[in-house]
């Protein structure tokens, strides 16, 4: 709650990625959108190929569409290496075939 109240009096957050996840979900309980994309920025600096897909979900379930498609794109452009971590093995069934099926209409399997 801290960096919320400094973003409140600033209108800025100085955190590091993975704190910004706890401050996306705030966000976007109040419905805060200056924050929720302050918080995207934020957490595109941190994405890797081990926690691209739990990124990803994450970004579906806060409706952060700018985060979702950053991580998006990088799954695609990491796509065997991230399709081979455990965080794809577990991620949730219906957000593996919209992942699939965007993939496929990107061309993600072409030879």
Do not use: W
């Not at 996840?21 to 976007?28: C, E, F, T, V």
């Amino acid at each position: 709650y801290r960096a919320f109240l400094e973003y409140l009096y600033t209108d800025n957050i100085s955190l590091p990625p993975e704190d910004a996840i706890g401050l996306l979900d705030l966000a976007s309980f109040y419905r805060d959108n200056r924050l929720k994309k302050l918080c995207q920025q934020t957490i595109k600096q941190g994405i890797s190929e081990e926690n691209a897909i739990a990124l990803l979900s994450t970004a579906v379930k806060y409706e952060a569409k700018e985060l979702e498609e950053f991580c998006f794109r990088f799954c695609i452009n990491h796509l065997t290496v991230v399709t081979q971590s455990p965080g794809f093995a577990e991620m949730d069934h219906d957000l593996m075939k919209n992942f699939i099926s965007k993939a496929s209409r990107v061309g993600a399997f072409k030879n």
